[in-house]
């Protein structure tokens, strides 16, 4: 199997969203769709190499927020030949997008249709449930689903094993090209930092050789990219619940945080730039107003 990294170029720009193409005896497949308003440049990505739509068999999805899936019901007109994988908590929302939507409107207002553009439903009979461990067919060789919670409760992240490659949806964090910074993406409303956790070490127990964030690119130092991941989770989470505790709002919450967010990143030797491109894959008022849920949320189980 040959993996290929198609470039989303959300936003006109580079490297923030991908979407990753399998290639083999069997066919096609993808991991990941992308929004809709990258539905050209998937189209582009799949021409140029060869592949038409009825090539494609397979649509592997970490999760269905709409930066990751919310190309698929655009796509499920378009690759005539494809069944949709998804977990089982994301299946409704394939087929009636129309809660999700709702949500993601409360966090990012008038901007819908700019970042996301239209997420159409995609035909029941066309979308399969993985469960953990599962294995599917594609492109020649397969892919094992590993349920992953924590970024969202309904996180599939899939294994490779010929090649080790695990395409890990948002499990494993934001991370650019020739950075080593990794952020945590924590947006509301269902970030579930123990169970994250508990996700970190389960990759470690798959022991992938590589790891293929969506939030973009291929890292080989998986051990010491985890442990930062992991790290930072729990830092930031104890950070915000000590502002909260000094009686904080979230937008002073949220700018200390990147305040602390921009120095970790420049003591690994990324700038200012490098910032604004991990904005855009995860913004410091998002991540902020997750984990103020999540503490608010934990409180009141206690
Ligand atoms: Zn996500």
């Given at each position: ?6 470039d989303l170029?959300?936003?006109?720009t580079e490297?923030v ?8 005896d ?7 769709t992308?929004p ?6 998937l ?5 140029r ?16 927020h709409l ?10 007109e378009?690759l ?16 009636d ?16 249709e700019e ?46 094993p ?12 934001i ?6 910074y990794?952020?945590p ?14 996700s970190?070490?389960?990759?470690r127990?798959?022991?992938p ?13 998986v051990e ?21 505790d000094d009686?904080m ?5 949220s ?12 003591a ?16 410091y008022?998002m ?7 999540y503490?608010s ?6």
């Amino acid at each position: 199997m040959k993996i290929e990294t198609i470039d989303l170029d959300f936003m006109d720009t580079e490297q923030v969203i991908a979407s990753f193409l399998l290639l083999g005896d069997g066919g096609a497949a993808l991991v990941e769709t992308g929004p809709t308003t990258c539905l050209d440049r998937l189209t582009a990505g799949l021409e140029r190499h060869g592949v038409s739509g009825e090539d494609v068999r397979q649509v592997f999805l970490t999760h269905i927020h709409l930066d990751h899936a919310g190309a698929s019901g655009h796509l499920s007109e378009a690759l005539s030949n494809a069944t949709f994988y998804v977990h089982e908590v994301g299946y409704p929302h394939l087929v009636d997008p129309s809660k999700l939507v709702k949500s993601a409107t409360r966090i990012y207002g008038e901007r819908m249709e700019e970042l996301w553009g239209e997420a159409r439903p995609v035909p029941e009979d066309r979308i399969e449930i993985l469960e953990d461990g599962r294995e599917t067919e594609a492109a020649g060789g397969i892919l094992v689903a590993h349920d992953t919670p924590g970024h969202a409760y309904h996180h599939l992240a899939y294994l490779e094993p010929d090649s080790g490659a695990l395409f890990a949806g948002d499990v494993a964090g934001i991370r650019l090209p020739g950075q080593s910074y990794v952020r945590p993406p924590t947006p509301p409303p269902e970030i579930d930092v123990e169970a994250w956790m508990q996700s970190i070490n389960y990759i470690r127990q798959v022991g992938p050789a590589s790891l293929w964030p969506t939030h973009f690119g291929t890292y080989e130092d998986v051990e010491r990219h985890l442990g930062e991941l992991e790290q930072r989770l729990q830092d930031w989470l104890l950070f915000v619940e000590a502002e909260m505790d000094d009686g904080m709002e979230r937008e002073e919450i949220s700018e200390q945080l990147k305040a602390k967010g921009d120095a970790e990143m420049l003591a690994e030797g990324a700038g200012t730039a490098q910032s604004g491109f991990y904005d855009l894959a995860g913004s410091y008022p998002m991540l902020t107003d997750g984990l103020m849920r999540y503490v608010s949320r934990r409180r009141k189980k206690d």
